[in-house]
């Protein structure tokens, strides 16, 4: 139930995973399991919608980036929850499709759409953001040739400086998304844009992600209601209707705390930025990470135990395959690593200092190093949280290592019952074959008469 807290749930769940045999030593495919909180996603979502209607009574749309989290269960779940997806390529807006949200709650970003991409979002109606000029040019063409209930808009780039993760800063000088408006006649540029096509009625702005401060977004959805305000001025109407300001609330990778708060980052546009919340403005928001990180936990067995220079290390089935961003580079990406024993019981006792590898064949395929932990033995259990976005969820094929199963769970009853729905099959062998190009075995074979294989 919702009221127990996350990690009273994770906890119940763990046990359930081992009485309910998703994870067991015998079965290959289940040495490695992911789990969903259907229950913390629903509040999350509450949470967001709650935070925006306590600062504004404008219309808004929260477009989840489905980039964080590509699982058509869990878009149909926040379709549910009354929200709307942001998609960034033909894929994730073949997921969404699947997922029934219907075009008035989909929006489109990418910074490479193609005349193809653009043709089908402007047929469905789905509201487009255009990347750069050229990409507005197209629009032209399309919007010239046909009607079309798509509303539009421009993305700019505050340019407002970088966060502590430089692969993760979108509104740096040089960043490659939106247009630049600091940039020498840009902003000049952006304006003639819209006066010259009254059918542009939205802005958009993407500037924060993991490692964003919150006062740094806030400048830069800032930056894009000013340029918002000038537009309208200078077309002497409310041109731009609406503004996207973007995801990126950063999340707590350090424990179960949730912090900070979408009430947080309301309140504090609510201070930066008073006129972007008065109502003359719908809102699009495009959290990704900061609505499902919380509530996805990777559950892996330990294989074995062994000692290297000394120290402990734990081998378990997690690693490289599901959180490719933390072993690449675990300098920006630490994760929390949980103990729990075989039966699935948290593991107590003393913390001894220990390595917690992965599955794959190189060196850097670690989870966690030199982390304090309860001695962990073969059998016992690791459970990874926080990796509900940008996780399992974007598996690496690294040593041709299976996608792991995903199951949603809610606890059911006061006594610690646990109610699992598959989202995600395990990858097959044959899947994984067939991924590989096993239907063209003899492909590369010598093709030319006389040779191996005959044309
Ligand atoms: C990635 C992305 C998001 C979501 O970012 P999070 O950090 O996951 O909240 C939103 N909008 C755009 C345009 C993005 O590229």
Known sequence: MAS??????????????????????????????????????????????????????????????????????????????????EVASPGELALARAAGLPPSRTVLDSPAKTPADLRQALALGIAVNADNLQELARLDALVASAPTASPLGIRVNPQIGAGSIGALSTATATSKFGVAIRDEGARDAVVRAYLDRPWLTRLHTHTGSQGIPLALMAEGVATAYELAEEINAKAGRQQIDTLDIGGGLPVNFTSDEETPTYAGYAGLLAETVPGLLDGRYGLVTEFGRSLLAKHGTVLARVEYTKTAGGRPVAVTHAGVQVATR??????????????????????????????????????????????????????????????????????????????????GFTVTDDEGGVSFSTVRRAQSLAEIVAEAGGEHADALLDRRPGGSVEP
């Open 4 to 85: 127990h807290h996350a990690g009273a749930r994770r906890d119940r769940a763990v046990r359930a995973v081992v009485e309910q045999g998703l994870l067991s030593p015998a079965d290959p495919d289940r040495q490695i399991v992911a789990l969903i909180d259907t229950d913390g996603i629903r509040a999350s979502a509450a949470a967001l919608v709650a935070a925006f209607a306590a600062v504004t009574d404008a219309p808004v749309l929260h477009a989840f980036a489905v980039k964080a989290c590509p699982l058509v269960p869990v878009l149909s779940l926040l379709d549910a929850c009354g929200l709307g997806v």
């Open 326 to 407: 933390t072993v690449y580079d675990p300098v920006s990406w630490p994760l929390r690593v949980l103990a729990y024993d075989s039966d699935g019981r948290p593991r107590t006792g003393e913390e001894v200092v220990q390595d917690v590898a992965g599955p794959a064949c190189f060196a850097g395929d670690l989870l966690a190093t030199a982390r304090p932990l309860p001695l962990l033995r073969a059998d016992d259990i690791v459970a990874v949280p926080d990796t509900g976005a940008y996780y399992f969820a974007h598996p690496y094929a690294y040593n041709s290592l299976p996608r792991p199963a995903v199951h």
